[in-house]
């Protein structure tokens, strides 16, 4: 990408010389979960933002923070603490974002970062609104942010709207990144790993022979069979979460977890706080029906 920058007349740069000091310039930009190209839109975003920089000839560009996939809570987006915590060290006087929304779309954490940095003379300014937040103004900054933590709440109520109405017709998609046995196929269903396969299968062959979860795990470990996520190191709590999941049936409980606080991310198990769906032979099983539920009925 290239880099351009403004450049003032010489007539004004001397006008101005013995007033003119440099101010450092940081970029922030956030991406939420839901946008589909994150790469090209935190790109343009930055491209806008240092073209805001480029035409102001006493700013320089010190640093650009920028979260992917960050959510609401401002503990789950590191590059935000990092801007923060650059701005408290002195090392930044304008931290430049696309809008209110992009710095934080929690109400209370706004007011109070954007109050914490202006005390300590940083300013943030907003391109999209135009706007720079200082004392004078606070009363505005106030109700847009919080307009935008409704927003938000709402968007997030439509999302968990949308994937139960899925759940409830039977459609589900998760992870199978580190789920020993399982990966996603081409079109997205889940297809079985054969080797992983057979490690799942001695797990539950060697806990019905009489095997407890520290000798299963020991004994895969003296093998160097990997875990899902490829550790060579297994734990006992590691081998009961596998004999206890339905998935390896075929099977899968929707909606074994609820988000019980979509500002401060709190996820809880679903004991009957919301609907939940148990889907039969949805995907190709790896252990029968009648061993896993021989595992259950064991492991109670």
């Excluded at 806008?48 to 503990?75: F, T």
């Excluded at 919301?274 to 889907?279: D, R, W």
């Excluded at 029968?288 to 595992?295: A, I, M």
């Amino acid at each position: 990408m290239k880099d351009i920058r403004f450049i003032p007349r010489k007539s004004e740069f001397d006008k101005n010389r013995q007033n003119f000091v440099w101010q450092r310039v940081a970029i922030y930009c956030r991406i939420s979960k839901g946008n589909k190209d994150l790469s090209s839109s935190i790109e343009w975003q930055i491209k806008g933002l240092k073209e805001v920089v480029s035409h102001h000839c006493n700013w320089r560009l010190v640093g650009i923070y920028a979260d992917v996939k960050s959510g609401i809570n401002i503990k789950r987006r590191k590059e935000f603490q990092r801007l923060i915590y650059d701005c408290l060290q002195g090392k930044i006087d304008i931290v430049l974002t696309k809008s209110m929304s992009r710095f934080s779309r929690n109400a209370v954490d706004f007011m109070t970062i954007v109050r914490l940095l202006n005390k300590k003379g940083v300013k943030v300014m907003f391109d999209s609104e135009k706007m720079t937040y200082d004392e004078a103004a606070a009363m505005a900054f106030e109700i847009q942010a919080a307009i935008n933590e409704e927003e938000s709440l709402q968007k997030s109520k439509n999302i968990r709207w949308g994937l139960q109405k899925r759940q409830a017709e039977g459609h589900y998609t998760f992870n199978a990144t580190n789920l020993l046995g399982y990966r996603k196929s081409e079109n997205g269903s889940l297809e079985i790993v054969e080797e992983q396969a057979n490690t799942v299968r001695r797990i539950f062959e060697e806990f019905l022979s009489g095997k407890n979860f520290y000798q299963i795990a020991k004994g895969l470990e003296k093998d160097g069979v990997l875990t899902g996520a490829g550790n060579i190191k297994w734990y006992p709590n590691k081998v009961k979460q596998i004999l206890q999941n339905e998935k390896y049936v075929g099977d899968a409980h929707l909606g074994k977890y609820t988000t019980t606080d979509v500002i401060n991310n709190t996820v809880k198990k679903n004991d009957g706080l919301v609907k939940s769906y148990y889907v039969e032979n949805g995907h190709p099983a790896i252990i029968s029906r009648e061993d896993f539920e021989r595992v259950q009925k064991k492991l109670q």
